[in-house]
């Protein structure tokens, strides 16, 4: 037991990232098949709301139990604004990455898969890249330790 609580105080920042990205991953896809299957969204639009839903999720997860932030005040509302602005730059990798892959690529390239699986494996992909950017803005720029 106590190599495992070792192991934990050890990784823990990663693991809870890993954690707390999955979930955030199953906001932001689950929320993105939603919207596409059962709205008149475009992709685009879809893909949209499901960042924004993703990126507060994120936030709140990642501020308590991830990089464990006790800033308040004016240097709480820097954190978010810094949070918000790195999410926003790897929300337009992801949509650009999500509207190329379904509107542009999938008629050409998916041929006979089904429309839906296509979009959710290319909204996999567009996860992987945004997750490990997010780590490193987390990490390098928004939530880091003072010196």
Do not use: H
């Amino acid at each position: 037991m106590e190599k495992i609580r070792a192991l934990w105080q050890k990784y823990r920042e990663p693991l809870t990232y890993l954690i707390f990205g999955g979930l955030t991953t199953m906001v932001n896809i689950g929320a993105f098949m939603a919207l596409s299957a059962w709205t008149g969204l475009t992709t685009g639009a879809a893909n949209a709301i499901a960042l924004a839903l993703s990126i507060l999720f994120a936030y709140v997860t990642n501020r308590i139990w991830v990089f464990e932030s006790r800033q308040t005040g004016w240097a709480a509302v820097k954190e978010l604004g810094m949070f918000v602005a790195c999410r926003l730059a790897t929300g337009v990798l992801d949509e650009l990455i999500v509207v190329g892959g379904v509107d542009l690529l999938g008629p050409r390239l998916a041929g006979s898969v089904d429309a839906q699986l296509w979009a959710l494996a290319v909204k996999v992909f567009a996860n992987v890249l945004v997750i490990i950017a997010n780590y490193v803005f987390s990490k390098l720029i928004i939530f880091r330790k003072p010196k």
